[in-house]
């Protein structure tokens, strides 16, 4: 109860945070990223914070679900919402076929197989024609039962709801014989399985959660955006960003994803648009001429996943549950 | 007339060409309390693991409460109404006791709370519902074994597979394992039981079989192993004082 009261609060604080800040398209996007990021990272982690099964290849549900939508938009002008549906299936049998083959199997093969199967998908997108090749796919003009989907600000919105749908999921998991049984595979496999648990029907149920979640924002980004190539939405980055998130955050926990989103999506627009390197100059404790100052200008704004990596290490040797361990907070 | 529970015809398990378990064969009555004994690497272990569906057997057939069960997946089988414990206990570290026993719980029904009522009451049973909220990892290796019996018992199980319960206990924890497994056996469900241990095997066991290097070397009561000279020989004879 307490939990999903925090939701409420959270969510109600997010849907009045626009009319605070204003029009302002910059700031709006980088609410959106923090919102899809905490998203991500949290349908991630059902898979990958519950049940233990890491998937490096998130990327590809994403992508699916991103490709797809926009494939029957620009091609098939279907309904947005249509096409979102249709990339859930997608992504569902993608994640199908992976799980029904590797899950049979134990340890790192499901982790390495998802790498597989991601870099399938994004050189298939890479190549095939309706796909768009190495262009990618371009949507010039989108509405939806008459709203102006040219404003950030459905967007929003859009994103809040999925994240809160995905909290959702994942605080009603957690108390349930699903969440349990995913937590005891996570723990101990042989054990689980002597419990009468039937370990890859669970994890190929979390995986089919977390993969249509994934897919649905992945549809969401590509419609925001309206413009979607490999490097945008197949990405092995974005894959590990997503990890990193979930980790850094607190892996296995409800806000946990959450938290490593809201502070690591913002450090790292800080850092991509320079704003550290910036103000040090502005404040006159570094010459913009300095050796220093053009090492900041320029090698800086580059440097957000190096941050993220320095961030993960002392993670993993300080904060093994992640920042939000360190709020002292158990679940 | 007394029902076979589970019978084991002749059952083998090679690995590669190591033969682990070689042409065994007994069965179990209901409500037994059933010892199987023997030094170490007479394929106990090995056993338990075919029966409990975690390896294929070479050949021969398990038949448990009327089906085959021999190519069944270990939750089937658990399905079924065997559970068994692990002799390295496997709890569920980063979860609470209770949740460990909500997960065997889970077995039976899909409602939180009624796993939950199963789990405490059987917590109750074994004496930890004092340690309902602390993490399975930080308890003592007594405690982590009585947690895989109230674990296995959640599951409601008619056979109960216990793989060196009392192993590392010392004597009031061994009694207290012996005492919840007679009571067990009297609400009636049926144990088998490997155990190191003489003094429990003989004191609690209804019948005992004997293996070793992987063959059956004798079966029995109590009294008749104990007073086998080939089981002596083979078991007894090595500095044990039982």
Redesign the interface.
Known sequence: MKQIAIIAVIAGIAAVLPLVIGESPYFTGVLISVLMMAALASAWNILGGYAGQYSFGHAAYFGAGAYTTMILISKFNLNPILSMVAGIVVACIIALVTGSIVFRLRGHYFGLASIAVAEIVRLSALNFDFTGGAQGILLTDVSLWGVDLNSKTPFYYGMLLVLVVTLGIALSLR???TG??L??IR??Q??????????AFYKNKALLISAALTSVLGSLYAVYIRFIDTSAVLDLRLSIEIILTAIIGGV?TVWGPVLGAVLLVPLAEMLRSNVIGDALVKQGMVSETSGLGVFLKENLAHAHVLVYGIITVLCILYLPKGILGLLGRKK | MIQHLLYINHVSKHFGGNVAVSDISFSVDEKQIFGLIGPNGAGKTTLFNCISGFYPVTSGDIIFDNKTINKLRPDEVCHLGMARTWQRVKPLGSLTVLENVMIGAFSITHVTREAEKIAIEQLESVGLIDYAKKNAGSLSIGLKKKLELARVLATHPKMLLLDEICGGLNLTETETILGIIREVRDKGATIVFIEHDMKAVTAICDWIVVLNSGEKLAEGTPEEITGNPEVIAAYLGGGHNA
Do not use: M, P, R
């Open positions: 108390t349930s014989k349990y049984y937590q005891a723990e101990d042989d054990a689980a399985a002597s419990l009468g648990i039937n370990l296995g």
